[in-house]
């Protein structure tokens, strides 16, 4: 059976600093995919960044990076000089398989506070 | 514009009722999905669709069915069997092409809460 594991409920930083949410997951399947999400408070959900499992580097997409731990199973969400818009919960998820249509699941979230 | 529409944005349900939500994509995907969240919790996966006339129970599908007659069509059914319907229901699609790496499109979603 496949988990994600998100085991911060809530964190709160002070704008400008990087901040880094935690993921670690369980799968037997050697092809998956990972991903992160930002849901604010209006419910819509905001895709950030994704990382495969034989991609070599870690992902980076403007002020966001995935710190990938293959061995560890950890696929750490890393937010550079965070801004007060960046208030929102954070969901990691994982697609298990080579299929790009395979059943995707979630982790239960870490919900981000960022102080002025 | 392309995307996912869901509908409606507010729903109530009696005691007993079935209710039907509704998920229209226009952006030609595969794939489509169906997912329930409670306050403060996660995406819990209820069923999943690869292709039209097939489609997966994810891990909470009891209480719920869904069908795929077309490819831009996923309507969640919530049955009366299913004794917590209240929360969040988000629809979403995929493109189920080589590249793997595309997210998930997801619609605004549906509230359901029980009368």
């Known amino acids: 059976a496949q988990k994600i594991t998100q085991t911060q409920p809530g964190m709160f930083v002070q704008e400008k600093e990087a901040v880094t949410l935690d993921c670690t997951y369980d799968t037997s399947d050697p092809s998956y995919g990972l991903f992160w999400y930002k849901q604010p408070s209006s419910g819509e959900m905001i895709f950030l960044i994704y990382q495969g499992s034989y991609d070599q580097q870690n992902a980076t997409e403007g002020r966001y990076s995935l710190n990938f731990q293959k061995a560890r199973k950890s696929a750490n969400l890393v937010i550079s000089a965070s801004q007060l818009g960046d208030s929102a919960m954070y969901f990691c998820?994982?697609?298990?398989?080579?299929?790009?249509?395979?059943?995707?699941?979630f982790g239960s979230g870490t919900r981000l506070s960022i102080r002025p | 514009d392309g995307g996912i529409t869901q509908s409606p944005k507010y729903l109530f349900r009696k005691e007993g009722q079935n209710v039907t939500l509704s998920c229209e994509q226009n952006?030609?995907?595969?794939?489509m999905y169906w997912y329930r969240q409670d306050p403060g919790q996660g995406l819990r996966l209820i069923y999943y669709?690869?292709?039209?006339?097939?489609?997966q129970k994810g891990d909470i599908a009891e209480g719920y069915s869904v069908s795929r007659e077309k490819k831009e069509s996923f309507p969640l059914t919530v049955t009366s069997a299913q004794k917590n319907p209240t929360a969040f229901y988000l629809c979403?699609?995929?493109?189920?092409?080589?590249?793997?790496?595309?997210?998930?499109?997801f619609g605004d979603g549906t509230r359901l809460s029980i009368l």
């Open positions: 998820a994982m697609r298990e398989g080579s299929s790009s249509a395979s059943k995707i699941i």
């Open positions: 952006l030609n995907h595969d794939a």
């Open positions: 979403a699609s995929k493109e189920a092409g080589r590249d793997r790496n595309q997210p998930q499109h």
């Open positions: 669709s690869q292709i039209v006339n097939d489609f």
